[in-house]
């Protein structure tokens, strides 16, 4: 499985340092929850404007 890593700044490191604390999960759990929720918001909208073009098809 691919791996991904990147920075992030004080605030957000804050946020996930308390949704570990309150939730008791790890870091990379709530890492990948908060990455997925993101990225599926995004990932819809965008396929479906590039079938609407003709881009890709089913």
């Not at 957000?12 to 599926?40: P, Q, T």
Request: charged share 30%; no cysteine; glycine share 6%.
């Amino acid at each position: 499985m691919p791996q991904i890593n990147f920075r992030v700044d004080e605030k957000i490191n804050a946020f996930i340092n308390l949704k570990m604390k309150l939730e008791e999960k790890s870091r990379a759990s709530i890492g990948k929850e908060i990455f997925l929720k993101g990225l599926n918001n995004q990932m819809m909208p965008y396929l479906a404007g590039l079938y609407k073009k003709g881009k890709i098809s089913n």
